[in-house]
């Protein structure tokens, strides 16, 4: 009887650490995500604001073409006035513009760096523009509001925290103990909890600044021409979730039924 336990709980451990090795794996995925340029990070974001259609839209309603607003140079710094991005990409440590698929540039890494895509799109924009962009977007949309920069800065911390619980309950669920067991199910439910919570903060950010998504320029019909959505990343940040929640189960188990 003592075996069977044993060997039962010895299947569960070995469930709940595919499950979480996935879980780690995708974390880490998310986390560097935007951080430069190269073809992995590049493909990776939590969420992505598309403005190629701007400068259209301003020429349309303005009636004057628009010269100066695109940068021309894909090495050209961010947040220098330098001209916007076709294409924005943002990370949990930084964001990146892009002039199209491959060729951009990304701002400097920094710990639980805020998601704020409206002051990213003026920080680019001569003063003129920007001063007509404020004009246009102001008090029409969450997309400006600053409480989206707090609520991925609080992510952040918890997805961190998450990783590294979803990691420890991974080391510490290789030792055949039933205390070890025990610690790994105590971990994995932090992480999933943090991750989770994490998560749904990003989540609620991005619909937030979505908002921009169905403004129109003044009294016209033309569509503003920026366009908000999640990226890649996000939907990884969810698997993670997922995986840990289903690591939750066979480590509970082998708490019960490993005879170590």
Known sequence: MIQQYKLRGEICIGFASIFSFAAVLLLIFVHVGQISTSSVPRGIAMAKMNVSQYGQTLAQGLGDPITGLYASNASAPLQKE???RQV????LYSYCGYLNTTAGTCTNTTIANKYQPYDALLADMSANYSALTIYIINGTSSFESQSIAGHTRSAYYLILVGTI???LALVIGVFKRTLAFLTSACLAIIATAFVLTGASLWTSAINSSESVNGLILNTTDIPLGIEVSSGSGLSLLWAAVGCLFAS???YLI???TFRG
């Open 248 to 250: 939750l189960i066979p």
């Open 88 to 91: 924005y990409k943002f990370g």
């Open 165 to 167: 619980c979803a990691f």
């Open 82 to 84: 330098a001209g916007i």
């Open 254 to 256: 082998s708490c019960c």
